[in-house]
């Protein structure tokens, strides 16, 4: 019975650390969590200043487009004004003079142009030079968070080798590699709690009420070392047996009285059967000497 009992305590024990384990591998998943907001923070405004270079990019070329169409305008109204000279009648002159009327309207057409696109690659270069600082302001937080994300999470890592050393010296021989992935991976699905007791009749982990019978068959399997699930959670469970008993009624709907003869008969039987071993291992040696 001192066995079984160490088997259990080391499956609480056990209990302990994976919720430990649990709980740190939960951090790794959050810390990383506003490292991930910076870096969609970051990627936006990489894309937005990528954005506003290809605008002063087409804005520059644009704008040396406008610049020859300009130059070639203003040779056309010199032009217009030498041709003035060689007018040789009043139909010629008004040809030209419509002509160089016309050649001055693009002129000051190209000229507004002109402008207005220098002017907008003022702006757009000055939106590029504040949404750089934006960019390298975001960068030097992002990597300054990433270093600090790092130096935490390489502290959790420790912190989850050195749970994995207990847990491995909790299992000793107690515990199989089997039966503690069983328990681990219970508890992982469960919220970090795959081994709970139960009270009376009431499993603590679903706070189901357990069948008489079933909590019966329960205390015996867990006097003979072995531990069931919960039918209704599936967790891992053993019975609380010191629990007191005034305590104990309030988790108790049958007849108990039943329950207590049966682990009693069984206890009794199993008592009968080492003391029947005692005696014949007694006799045996009787017959050696």
């Known amino acids: 019975m001192a066995e079984n009992n160490t088997k259990l305590d080391c499956l609480i024990r056990l209990q302990e650390k994976i919720s430990e384990k649990l709980d740190q591998e939960k951090q790794k998943e959050i810390i990383p969590e506003k490292l991930g907001k910076d870096t969609a923070e970051l990627n936006k405004a990489k894309a937005a200043l990528e954005e506003l270079n290809a605008q002063l990019e087409a804005a520059v070329e644009s704008e040396k487009s406008l610049s020859i169409q300009y130059d070639d305008a203003f040779a056309k109204t010199q032009e217009c004004q030498r ?29 507004k142009l002109k402008n207005a696109k220098k002017d907008e690659i003022t702006n757009i270069s000055k939106s590029v030079a504040e949404m750089t600082d934006h960019v390298n302001s975001l ?43 069983k328990l681990y991976n219970i508890a992982k699905k469960k919220g970090g709690i795959g081994l709970v007791p139960v009270y009376g009749q009431v499993c603590m982990g679903c706070n189901t009420v357990l ?15 072995d531990i069931d699930t919960c039918p209704y959670c599936s967790r891992m469970i053993y019975y609380r047996e010191d629990l007191p008993a005034e305590e104990e009624k309030n988790y108790l709907f049958d007849d108990f009285d039943a329950a207590r003869n049966s682990i009693k008969a069984s206890e009794n039987s199993d008592e009968s059967a080492d003391e029947s071993d005692d005696i014949l291992e007694t006799e045996d040696l009787g017959d050696d000497f």
């Open 83 to 111: 041709r003035f000279e060689f007018a040789s009648s009043q139909r010629e002159f008004e040809a030209l003079n419509k002509e160089h009327a016309d050649a001055e309207d693009n002129f000051n057409q190209l000229r």
């Open 139 to 181: 960068q030097k937080e992002y990597d300054k968070e990433s270093l600090e994300v790092d130096g935490k999470i390489e502290e959790i890592n420790k912190k989850i080798e050195l749970i994995d050393q207990e847990i491995e010296s909790i299992k000793g021989d107690s515990v199989s590699d089997e039966y503690f992935t």
């Open 211 to 225: 069948p008489m019978q079933f909590v019966i068959d329960l205390r015996i399997k867990q006097h003979s070392g």
